[in-house]
């Protein structure tokens, strides 16, 4: 192994650490964050100063922007030419700094997200204002260090005359930090520095006083002062940007939402595409047309509205679903003494202002040292004048100009310098105007160097010329606040009305659990016969609901779970069409099955209540508020035993009677006040006792004692019997036998279990379903008014080896 080949080990971890630990220095301090002291990221400082050493200013023509970019690569950041120009450009946009540093010329790109023309077509040169971020930067104000080649020699920060780092914002992200400082308005920030300067002890809350917040570029509504103060004191907070709008009327009764200002950073285009798109998909029942009108005279973008429509419900939908409203959080980072600190409003204003004090101190310090050497150069012409004649023999008796110069020099005493420019003195300086033009340019010198003596050695002088050089800055480029500012955020609610256009319309469930909802004009034109509703073969209805598409449906399953649905959410289908399978709309567990589906048009009744039934007999009420939730999942109604399910669950008002029935033929009559309110998910009490291998398996509501209770066995055989028959008892009973069952081996059996029971105050229409898929109509007043304990006759014909399965009202 040669000597050049001599490796040393190392720890992956260690070398990967040391690599990265330098890029994220190099990108923490010189490319992503920018320093507190004139607000920029080293890219854009080059690209100013690059500009202002080339004479690229405000005063001469543009000049192209890929030779300023080829200046600033060549000279000063050794990076690719579109990370420069992009820098560029960003400097050249109005939507985005508070007051622009780069004056360009050609297609700089647009609020549209529209990329900048090519930088072999743009011109650019520096704006007026950028000028006073580099004003006295050859007075020696601020440091030099050598360029990345040792060629040249660039700014380390610029002198920056005002606050940029407030008044253009920043953004940026490196490794380990982000920063997000956003653009205030110039006027404010130079009075809080000045007010700052007079009482270094000033709290935040008088310096707010001067700041109200940031001031962005494209204006619009700023909401939330808890998130200003804490950005203030911390560096850290949020906002809300809302945009500015208007509502216009317009003839025949319509409406428009006018959009004049958006929030900052929010690209026109893609909010009027977000807003055309709710349009298109119907998400909002009432836009007609969205328009981008903005031009020559400014943003404005139109939302027309249709005819009756709710402009201020669709505008709040709008702020809420789009960025026609936005979150804004404020990560004030800066570059602190080379390392990165997260700053408070006061902290910044401090920083500047110590780098002002530095500036002016330096600039008046480099002054004071040209008018000293002017001055002494002075007095030497002056002294020379005075004894011109000596001077002019000393001179002629010399051999050559040195020594003219030492003779000058010791004969008179003159410095080197003097002798010098006594030596370089023109024959026409030596006329009486020109002698007493030497005197009065001295003693104008001499004031200046005292004033400038003053400045340096009175703190109060040095505060008062930087407050003075503010201010009339201030005064030429201050502009009026453009974003308005509003203390409290304003919530924003969207009624449903907004959303969904109000409607009629009919929701079926069949009993495979299918769902649809259809609306009147599709159950009209298919004939208007609630029977005739599409199903898929061996399927049938189970319940038909007339309902508003501003509804909502509570669904129950018998394991106790349920679901808010609201009907407009429900696919829309024909009324001969199938619908849709339940468990695409909701998701509904396999093993479980709905057992009720209650209509509600709001959580508010005081006196409604959800009563469940438990096919052990068990029976709870819990007021109907208690079940009103935001999820769209399944939420826990009632808490089920194991073996148990629920049957059903009624909207109740407590004024009426429960009465249970079996399937072994017994029945309860009991008060539903009985029933005392429970919580959501408690078990609820007894509501009978049952046998060993009985269950419930219906539960009537009933009132006073007319009308009939009709039970039909699982064989078709019914009755129909006095609901009289069936007195009031305490709950938690046996109960009373409400059908007899015939046996015996001579004997025609009329079921082993009763399929079903109803209430009948009027006749009812019913339909039978067999195990086998056999459908049975018949009405209620076929079955027998007969004694309570009677055995019934046949209502329904059942196959051998066939059973009822279900029995349903029809609609």
Same mark, same amino acid.
């Given at each position: ?7 040393? =080990? ?38 100013? +100063? ?43 946009? =109005? ?10 010329? /050609? ?35 601020? =440091? ?118 958006? =929030? ?87 920083? +500047? ?180 509703? /599409? ?190 028959? +069936? ?80 029995? +349903?009202?029809?609609?």
């Amino acid at each position: 192994m040669s000597s050049l080949e001599n490796f040393l =080990p190392a720890f992956l971890e260690e070398v990967v650490g040391d690599r990265f630990g330098r890029y994220s220095k190099y990108i923490i301090q010189d490319r992503a964050i920018p320093d507190v002291r004139d607000g920029l990221k080293p890219v854009q400082r080059r690209i100013l +100063y690059a500009m202002y050493d080339s004479g690229n200013t405000p005063d001469k023509p543009y000049r192209k922007s890929a030779k300023t970019v080829g200046d600033v690569m060549g000279n000063y950041h050794p990076h690719g030419d579109s990370s420069i120009y992009e820098g560029m450009v960003r400097m050249a946009q =109005p939507w985005k700094m508070g007051h622009v540093l780069v004056d360009g010329h /050609g297609n700089w790109g647009s609020q549209d997200d529209d990329p900048a023309a090519a930088m072999r077509y743009t011109e650019a040169r520096l704006s007026p204002i950028a000028l006073e971020l580099l004003r006295d930067i050859e007075k020696r104000t601020v =440091p030099f260090k050598d360029n990345f080649d040792n060629t040249a020699m660039e700014p380390v920060v610029l002198p920056a005359r005002f606050p940029n780092l407030l008044v253009n914002g920043a953004s940026g992200i490196s490794a380990g930090f982000a920063t997000e400082i956003p653009p205030h308005n110039l006027r404010e920030v130079i009075d809080a520095c000045v007010a700052l300067m007079e009482n270094p002890q000033l709290e935040l809350g008088d310096i707010r006083a001067y700041i109200k917040g940031p001031d962005f570029p494209t204006g619009g509504i700023i909401m939330g002062e808890e998130g200003i103060r804490e950005a203030y004191e911390s560096g850290k907070g949020r906002i809300y940007l809302r945009s500015k709008t208007e509502i216009e009327s317009l003839r025949g009764g319509k409406q428009q939402i006018v959009i004049t200002e958006i =929030p900052y950073q929010v690209v026109k285009s893609r909010l009027v595409t977000a807003m055309e798109n709710i349009r298109l998909e119907k998400k909002v029942d009432g836009i007609a047309e969205v328009r981008d009108e903005s031009g020559r005279a400014g943003l404005r973008i139109v939302v027309e509205l249709k005819k009756d429509a709710d402009a201020q419900g669709i505008l709040a939908y709008l702020l809420k679903k789009t960025d026609l409203q936005v979150t804004y959080n404020f990560n004030m980072v800066a570059i602190v003494n080379k390392a990165p600190r997260q700053l408070g409003l006061k902290a910044m204003l401090d920083a +500047y202002i110590a780098h002002q004090r530095e500036v002016v101190t330096f600039r008046t310090r480099f002054e004071l040292e040209k008018l000293e050497d002017r001055a002494h150069v002075l007095e030497g012409l002056v002294k020379a004048l005075n004894i011109l004649d000596e001077v002019i023999a000393a001179i002629k008796a010399s051999k050559n100009r040195q020594d003219a110069q030492n003779n000058l020099q010791w004969m008179f005493g003159f410095t080197e310098r003097q002798a010098d420019s006594i030596l370089s003195l023109q024959l026409y300086r030596l006329t009486n105007l020109e002698i007493t033009s030497l005197q009065k340019e001295l003693e104008d010198i001499q004031k200046k160097i005292a004033t400038l003596r003053g400045i340096l050695e009175s703190d109060r002088k040095l505060i008062a010329l930087i407050k003075k050089e503010l201010l009339e800055i201030r005064e030429k480029y201050g502009i009026d606040r453009r974003s308005q500012i509003q203390g409290e955020v304003e919530e924003l609610k969207v009624n449903l009305e907004v959303l969904v256009a109000q409607e009629d319309v009919l929701v079926t469930l069949s009993n495979d659990g299918y769902i649809k909802r259809t609306s009147m004009l599709s159950f009209t034109r298919s004939g208007a016969e609630r029977s005739g509703s /599409g199903v898929k073969d061996g399927d049938y209805i189970r319940q038909i609901i007339d309902v508003n598409t501003l509804q909502n449906l509570l669904i129950f399953t018998q394991h106790g779970q349920y679901f808010v649905l609201p009907v407009h959410q429900i696919p829309e289908f024909k009324w001969k069409d199938n619908g849709t399978a339940i468990v695409n709309v909701i998701p509904l567990a396999k093993d479980d099955r709905i057992v009720s589906v209650i209509p509600l048009a709001g959580f508010d009744e005081a006196a409604a209540s959800l009563v469940f039934i438990t096919k052990r007999g068990q029976v709870k009420r819990t007021e109907l508020k208690e079940y009103e939730t935001k999820r769209t999942g399944s939420v826990a109604a009632c808490k089920v035993a194991s073996g148990d399910e629920v049957i059903s669950v009624t909207l109740s008002y407590n004024r009426q009677e429960i009465l249970l029935l079996t399937k072994l033929g017994m029945a309860i009559r009991f008060a539903e006040s009985e029933v005392n309110p429970m919580g959501r998910v408690s078990a609820g009490v007894k509501g009978i006792t049952l046998k060993a291998d009985d269950e419930v398996i219906t539960g009537l509501w009933v009132e006073g004692d007319e009308g009939e209770v009709l039970v039909l066995s699982d064989l078709g055989y019914g009755k129909r019997s006095l609901l009289l028959d +069936y007195p009031l008892q305490s709950r938690g009973g046996k109960g009373l036998q409400t059908f007899e069952f015939k046996e015996g081996k001579r004997v025609k059996p009329n079921g082993s279990v009763l399929a079903g029971g109803f209430h009948c105050k009027d006749p009812l229409q019913l339909s039978a379903v067999t195990k086998e898929g056999e459908v049975h109509s018949f009405s209620s007043e076929a079955a027998p008014l007969a004694d309570r304990k009677s055995t019934g006759k046949i209502l329904v014909p059942v196959a051998k080896n066939d059973h009822i399965a279900d029995i +349903y009202v029809l609609s």
